[in-house]
């Protein structure tokens, strides 16, 4: 059952500060005790306070659980390594609260973000805000979000497919019962989170909001750096939901053009740039290239801000 609407005067109590939110945040964890205090510190820096925060030391061998339990978190325990996944399993099945905000252990909330999610919730299975992806050393700023200025309805699933998934995980406030329905996540080595979200949406709609809220932070040990990896991992999950009602061909065949301009320029070869020549790739590409290019617009105009 959809989760009751609080009337606009409950909502704007809630967001006001000293107030606490039915959200669990959820923070899976391994070997992070050096980045997983910031991330808590933004936690415990938001203006609205959730009702919780729990974090599921994925079997450490680091002082992780320390960290989070001096920093007031509810900590739960895996005796072996399990994966990322499998600890979001967990901590979504510990939750208590109907809402569910997803954060990794090496970025960090600014302090609007639950404010700013709460408010636009309506009757969405999922709100997002946008993020900033800040590497290490003197490569530019980029935007995970929305490309434009305004709010993004995801109505359907296909929409996360093509140019890109707008949705950047550790921005996400998911509705509990919708993340129960869509079986939690799957055992993925890659894009697990586009799995998850795939599945959020088969039981309601989202939204992904400019305002920029996240800061995800880029290093070397991440798995997202297995950039070839992640795009065929994202095709193959698209292409397991062709029996789905809301499978979108178009999207995924415009996905598997922008996948191949990618590989293109990152690795070169005669073979990718002959595919790209075909007539019907140019509306594809055209889409793309004019999202990136907002894209790269508006990290220029954020980044110094965040």
């Known amino acids: 059952m959809p989760l009751p609407l609080q009337s606009p005067e409950l909502q704007l109590r809630l967001c006001r500060p000293?107030?606490?939110?039915?959200?669990?945040?959820?923070?899976?964890?391994?070997?992070?005790?050096?980045?997983?205090a910031r991330a808590l510190e933004g936690v415990l820096a938001q203006r609205v306070a959730p009702a919780e925060i729990i974090v599921v030391d994925d079997a450490s061998s680091d002082g992780t659980a320390a960290v989070a339990e001096e920093l007031g978190a509810r900590v739960v325990r895996h005796e072996r390594n399990l994966g990322e996944g499998a600890a979001r399993n967990t901590a979504i099945a510990t939750a208590t609260q109907p809402w569910i905000a997803l954060l990794d252990?090496?970025?960090?909330?600014?302090?609007n973000h639950l404010a700013a999610l709460w408010r636009a919730r309506g009757e969405h299975v999922l709100v997002a805000t946008s993020a900033i992806r800040r590497a290490e050393g003197r490569q530019p700023d980029r935007l995970h979000g929305t490309a434009g200025n305004r709010p993004l309805v995801l109505r359907t699933p296909a929409d996360i497919v093509f140019p890109e998934n707008p949705v950047p995980v550790s921005a996400g406030l998911i509705r509990r019962d919708a993340a129960e329905k869509a079986g939690r996540y799957r055992p993925l080595r890659h894009c697990a989170d586009f799995d998850f979200l795939l599945r959020v949406l088969e039981h309601g709609t989202g939204i992904v909001l400019p305002d920029v809220s996240v800061i995800y932070h880029v290093h070397a040990g991440q798995v997202s750096h297995e950039r070839e990896g992640?795009?065929?991992?994202?095709?193959?999950?698209?292409?397991?939901?062709?029996?789905?009602?809301?499978?979108?061909?178009?999207?995924?065949?415009?996905?598997?053009?922008?996948?191949?301009?990618?590989?293109?320029?990152?690795?070169?070869?005669?073979?990718?740039?002959?595919?790209?020549?075909r007539p019907w790739h140019l509306g594809p590409l055209l889409r793309l290239w004019w999202w990136r290019y907002k894209l790269r617009r508006r990290s220029a105009r954020v980044s110094r801000s965040a």
């Open 230 to 277: 992640m795009k065929q991992a994202q095709l193959r999950i698209a292409l397991s939901y062709s029996a789905r009602p809301w499978f979108d061909r178009r999207q995924v065949r415009r996905w598997q053009t922008a996948m191949a301009w990618d590989l293109y320029r990152l690795e070169g070869g005669a073979s990718r740039a002959f595919a790209l020549a």
């Open 105 to 111: 252990s090496d970025d960090e909330w600014l302090p």
């Open 18 to 36: 000293g107030t606490t939110l039915p959200v669990s945040v959820v923070i899976p964890a391994y070997d992070r005790e050096q980045e997983l």
